[in-house]
């Protein structure tokens, strides 16, 4: 079934090389890293054009280097939700049965790629926000989030504004989230290129644009030290939720079991802490989140997380610990 479509759905290599796309980068080691996850992205999209049966699809996207893996599953989360977009019955079936069943410890990388197909289809993009509800309360938000990373990788040099628009004020905060991961391939992880893009976009969404950046830099990489340092400098005000983004990279290579030096590196120089702490972090504020009832709970957790890291960094270096009584000292909600 579908097969078809097969064809007019393949994306070709090249759509993901700096060249193709107009974007600048001064680094050839930097560069061909962030094309590989572009490539990585593709092999896993189309492995899921072809494979039906999720537990070999599943062990086929296993089968990549650990570091790059997440990019293939989010890969996946596009093309299976692109089948479900097409399908006329069983809304979000493939992609539901994929992200509760053999590919659960990438959620967060499989929401962001269903994003990609939302962008993808217009009938889908029109409710976008309806749609998501019907599934994870919480993390469907990280589809508004591939969405706005979708439109500036794709679209970078055209006005966003109109479609931003059509969005409730939620999920813009999660659009601009998107927008700031896509600025770290766009500017070739340039920090100073980065700092001033984030700068030309409204003030309201600043601080949303620095935690894609964190996010985006702790997963991908692509980073020393110094520019990390740089980058944390850079955000100012909105240190906090460069770290929290960092954090989130933390959580989702915690869960997909994938760790990476520059994710513990981007921890360690934005959160003040190691990626355990920042998953465990995540965790705990997660909890929270969820026996709140808040409306938005999404924008909830980012907020109380960035809170919590806010604290945690201030406490005595004697008593920053992964235990529970240390973590939910810090992260108790105001």
């Keep these: 079934m579908f097969k078809f479509f097969h064809p007019l759905l393949k994306i070709n290599q090249r759509e993901v090389e700096f060249e193709r796309r107009g974007f600048a980068c001064s680094r050839p080691d930097v560069r061909q890293r962030l094309e590989h996850t572009g490539r990585m992205f593709l092999r896993g999209y189309h492995a899921a054009l072809e494979q039906e049966d999720p537990e070999l699809l599943a062990a086929g996207l296993n089968q990549i280097a650990a570091e790059h893996r997440g990019f293939a599953y989010e890969g996946a989360g596009m093309a299976l939700t692109l089948l479900d977009g097409l399908s006329l019955s069983n809304e979000h079936r493939r992609f539901l049965r994929f992200v509760s069943g053999p590919g659960k410890s990438h959620i967060y990388l499989l929401y962001v790629g269903a994003g990609w197909a939302f962008a993808r289809l217009p009938w889908m993009r029109r409710n976008i926000e309806s749609r998501i509800r019907k599934l994870d309360p919480i993390v469907s938000s990280l589809a508004i989030d591939g969405y706005g990373f979708h439109e500036n990788y794709f679209h970078w040099q055209s006005d966003l504004q109109p479609k931003i628009l059509r969005l409730s004020e939620d ?56 520019e990390l340092e740089e980058l944390s400098e850079n955000a100012g005000q909105h240190r906090a939720a460069l770290a929290q983004g960092a954090a989130f990279a933390a959580k989702a290579r915690q869960l997909a079991k994938n760790p990476a030096d520059h994710t513990e590196l981007a921890c360690t120089v934005l959160c003040a802490m190691s990626t355990e702490q920042a998953a465990a972090l995540c965790d705990h504020t997660f909890i929270q989140v969820q026996s709140s009832g808040h409306p938005c709970p999404y924008q909830e957790w980012r907020r109380l997380l960035q809170q919590s890291l806010t604290l945690f960094a201030k406490m005595p270096l004697g008593d920053r610990a992964v235990d529970s009584q240390s973590l939910a000292a810090c992260s108790k909600p105001n």
């Design 171 to 226: 999920a813009r905060h999660a659009f601009y989230q998107g927008l700031g991961r896509s600025l770290w391939f766009i500017q070739g992880a340039d920090v100073s290129a980065i700092t001033k893009s984030i700068a030309a976009f409204p003030l309201t969404f600043h601080g949303d644009a620095w935690s894609g950046v964190g996010l985006g830099c702790a997963y991908a990489g692509g980073n020393s030290r110094a």
